[in-house]
């Protein structure tokens, strides 16, 4: 199926978070009024104690700074981690099979849960407005966004890199190399606190007739890119793709990219060849950055 690429109307931020009554009362527990705020005053409440924190973190000793025990369990499960009480102590638990950079996101993100749990406890859940589909989604987002913080991706941070390296590829992998976090947490980090049009496209190849060609299996767009891709988009045959699946290496080229009959963008280009990750299967695609040009 192919899929279709249209003009974005929408002018909201990249990440649309969901505003439900576990973030009001943590937004009131730290007396802020933003989500990244509140989760950054709730975390160095408990760093703040510490003399120095140097980057890549320590997590058994982070985790033990919040009450979880610092010995996590790597076992055989289907989820990525989870928080488990067990005797009064509170354990993490993580799947032995993931990469060690995901790994770290999913007990950053497991603190996370214990972290936002003191505010959580203080909603009534009888409230007739609790809707517990939508508090557990706003949880994950919210701990999500504190796993993101916690390794290092804070948003003055990713301002400074941006300001000072630029919106690329080369861009995402310094902070994980910096941070020791997986190249989709540091592109979720980077394109949030973009304030141009950019975008990073996650692609397979697919072959129409009997051409090669790339559709996009998920992106990421800054809140200022004007493209959106529904189902399986299939992107236009540009040079930059073909030489970074055929060249095993990075390519950056100018190219124009024409939406419908009227709406032409000047768009740079950066593509390289690496797996891509759907659920849990791997395949051999691309991941490009794109920038528009005003």
Known sequence: MIGVISLNQSSGRCVNFRIGN????????????????????SMDR???TLSHLKY???LEFIASIFGIDPNFRYVEMQQ???????????????NKHHQRVRQRFSIAHEIGH???????????????AYNPT?????????CDLFASFLLGLRPQHIISILDDRGFSLTTIDYLTSQLNVSFETATRALVRHAEIPVAIL???????????????????????FPLTFKGKSILPPFNCLTRAWLGNKAAKM????????????????????????????REDGLVVAVIIQE
């Open 22 to 41: 576990g973030t009001y009362q943590l937004l009131n527990d730290t007396n802020t009024s933003s989500i990244e705020d509140a989760l950054i005053v």
């Open 46 to 48: 408990k760093l703040n």
């Open 56 to 58: 890549p973190l320590d």
């Open 80 to 94: 990525a981690g989870r928080l488990v009480p067990l005797e009064g102590k509170w354990y993490i638990e993580v």
């Open 114 to 128: 214990k972290a936002v749990m003191t505010s959580k406890h203080r909603i009534p859940k009888e409230r007739m």
């Open 134 to 142: 939508h508090e557990k989604d706003e949880e994950e987002e919210m």
């Open 202 to 224: 996650y692609c397979l190849p697919t072959l129409i007739a009997n051409t090669e060609r790339f559709y996009v299996q998920r992106y990421y767009p800054a809140a200022q």
């Open 254 to 281: 100018l190219e124009l990219w024409q939406i419908g009959r009227q709406d032409t963008y000047t768009c740079l280009l950066e593509a390289k060849r690496m797996p891509i990750y759907a659920s849990e299967t």
